[in-house]
């Protein structure tokens, strides 16, 4: 039985050029996972997630990222729970079916890793957020195109963006914790 091998190239920018990426949304997904009944955490994921990244290698601080996630796409397998996340009690998707991130600084954090500070706006609220990034380096794909995977996490409080939604248990305790923990993979294509 023959096996097939896939060659990968990495490539390296210009030094001091700025590189611009779209963020691929057939290859991108936004997951979160927060605290029920404070015993074990409900997973689920967000919508289409879309948006431009753009890296300057010799100076990092001019990088910038924006991002936009449909949150009316919401799904934790469970259609009466992501019902009642679109509605006013959580996301209030009618009103506002995307969330937005919007980078106000991007610093080296490490090998591969990356500090980005920005505004992540949820139901009209914005309040800062840092993400903590793994960058990949830049590859040619086997159809040529020029890509970077990124992995961004962060932890959010939810009533900080008026999430505020909860209801008390018989024996104590609350319904739905207060952090978020936020987990966005994304593949970026070269423009």
């Known amino acids: 039985m023959e096996t097939a091998t896939t060659t990968t190239t990495i490539l390296k920018p210009a030094a001091g050029a700025e590189v611009s990426y779209a963020i691929d949304p057939v290859h991108a997904a936004a997951h979160f996972k927060v605290r029920h009944i404070m015993v074990a955490h409900v997973r689920g994921e967000l919508g289409e997630v879309t948006g431009e990244v753009v890296l300057d290698p010799k100076d990092l601080a001019r990088s910038r990222v924006e991002a936009r996630i449909a949150a009316a796409g919401i799904d934790t397998r469970n259609a009466e729970r992501d019902a009642h996340l679109k509605s006013a009690d959580f996301l209030d998707v009618a009103k506002f079916p995307h969330i937005t991130y919007r980078s106000t600084s991007v610093r080296e954090a490490g090998a591969g890793h990356l500090e980005v500070r920005g505004d992540l706006t949820v139901r009209g609220v914005t309040r800062p957020v840092t993400l903590d990034v793994e960058l990949s380096d830049e590859i040619?794909?086997?159809?040529?195109?020029?890509?970077?995977?990124?992995?961004?996490?962060?932890?959010?409080?939810?009533?900080?963006?008026?999430?505020?939604?909860?209801?008390?248990?018989?024996?104590?305790?609350?319904?739905?914790?207060?952090?978020?923990?936020?987990?966005i993979e994304a593949e970026l294509v070269r423009n």
């Open 140 to 183: 040619k794909d086997p159809w040529g195109n020029a890509k970077r995977g990124v992995s961004a996490t962060a932890k959010l409080h939810r009533k900080e963006f008026g999430v505020t939604w909860n209801a008390a248990m018989d024996g104590g305790g609350i319904v739905v914790g207060e952090v978020v923990e936020v987990t």
